[in-house]
Every structure is written in structure tokens, then in C-alpha cells.
């Protein structure tokens, strides 16, 4: 059963700050990874999406990497703002599936 | 374009009711999923409908639970006689089909009393 793991729990930095949220998976046979956003009482927003034979993605200020060997996936947000202020979620796919297994989530505050 | 759109946004009802939440997907997409999202359990997938295969039920977490997808396009999911544990956030995701990126609605906060 793939278990997905997000670490940290929730963070708390200045803004400006650059900054790295962890994911790891237990089963590396996956098709894609995706990250997401979750602003408080809303519902998720896609912020990038990695196929298995890539190594990162990158979308403005936001970059994520792959390491499907290793079962880690990190998001590195440059130059952060208080409107990235929100939970980011991790989720695979595997091979043989069509559902997203999901992370916790990090809570992320980033304070003016 | 349009994305993806839930109803109602918040739905109130009592146990051993009987409630209907509404997903209409982005045009064009041809899956569609429900999860459920709830305060200890985090994100966990109830039910996958591709085009005109048959869905794949292995998440939902009981009988009382059951969706159809009508025309390839809205689709419903029902629970019958609500619990309490039942409460939590209803989230749909289209996508292209199975192998592309996914996109959610809004969600439906349920809350059984």
C-alpha cells in the first residue's frame, strides 16, 4: 500500500525567506506526482504536475523535483510571500492506478 | 473555461438521512473522481469513473455509499441513512483521462447531526 509522507508539519518563516517542503513515498513505481495547494475552507489548486521520467518542473517562483528512486519529492518556493500562505499537498499516482494518494500536508505561514 | 463545480457548497442533514452531492466535471474530461477530506483521515479516494468503463468503487467505505455518472458527465454520489462519521469535505477532480493532471472542485462540507 503506498504511504505518502510530508515533512514538515507545519512551517513558519519571514517573508522573503526561500524554502523547501519534503514529500516521500513508499512504493517508487508511480506515474506522476502532483502538488497542490489548499487555502483555508476552499478546495485543492494544482501547482505542478511531474511524470515519472522527469526530474523537476518549475512554474514562476515555485520548483519541484523528483527522485523516484529514493521515494522523495520536494517543492522549493524562492522569495516567499504572505499569499503563499496556505497547506500544500503532496500526491503520486501509481503505475497500475488512476486514484492520488495524498500526504498531510504542510501548513505553511508566512509572516510580512 | 469553467472549471470544475460542486452543489450544494454546504449540506446540514440528520443521521439516518439519506443526502445527494452533485459534481459537474470540466468539459471534455472523460475521469472523474471523488475523495473525501476529514479532520484525522486526511485526503483518501472514494470512487474513479473513466468514459464508459466500469467505475472503480475499491474506496468507498461502505454500502450506504454509492455514485453514478450520468452521460459521461455529472455525476452524483450518494450516502444513504448518514452517520456522524460521515461528515467531512465531498471533493470531485476531473482530468483529461486517467493519466493526466487532476482538478478539484470546491467540495461540499457535509455535516451529519
Known amino acids: 500500500k503506498q504511504e505518502v509522507t510530508q515533512i514538515p508539519a507545519a512551517l513558519s518563516v519571514p517573508e522573503g525567506e526561500n524554502l523547501v517542503l519534503n514529500c516521500s513515498f513508499t512504493d517508487s513505481a508511480i506515474y506522476n506526482l502532483q502538488w497542490f495547494r489548499q487555502d483555508p475552507g476552499k478546495g485543492l489548486t494544482s501547482l505542478l504536475l511531474?511524470?515519472?521520467?522527469?526530474r523537476e518542473q518549475t512554474s514562476g517562483r515555485l520548483n519541484a523535483s523528483l527522485d523516484k528512486s529514493s521515494g522523495r519529492s520536494t517543492l522549493y518556493i524562492a522569495a516567499s510571500q504572505p499569499g503563499d500562505s496556505a497547506t500544500y499537498l503532496c500526491?503520486?499516482?501509481?503505475?497500475?492506478?488512476?486514484?492520488?494518494?495524498f500526504g498531510e500536508g504542510t501548513q505553511l505561514t508566512v509572516n510580512p | 473555461g469553467a472549471g470544475v463545480s460542486q452543489s450544494p457548497s454546504n449540506k446540514v442533514t440528520e443521521k439516518g438521512k439519506d443526502v445527494e452531492l452533485r459534481c459537474d466535471p470540466i468539459s471534455g474530461h472523460t475521469a472523474l473522481y471523488w475523495y473525501r477530506q476529514s479532520l484525522g483521515q486526511g485526503l483518501e479516494f472514494l470512487i474513479y469513473f473513466q468514459g464508459n468503463s466500469a467505475p472503480d468503487k475499491s474506496g468507498l467505505p461502505s454500502d450506504r455509499f454509492s455514485a453514478e455518472r450520468t452521460g459521461g458527465s455529472v455525476s452524483t454520489l450518494t450516502i444513504q441513512r448518514t452517520q456522524q462519521e460521515d461528515s467531512a469535505v465531498y471533493l470531485c477532480?476531473?482530468?483529461?483521462?486517467?493519466?493526466?493532471?487532476?482538478?478539484f472542485g470546491p467540495g461540499t462540507r457535509l455535516t451529519v447531526t
Open positions: 511531474i511524470q515519472s521520467s522527469q
Open positions: 477532480a476531473s482530468s483529461l483521462d486517467r493519466t493526466y493532471e487532476q482538478y
Open positions: 500526491a503520486v499516482r501509481l503505475n497500475s492506478g488512476s486514484r492520488l494518494t
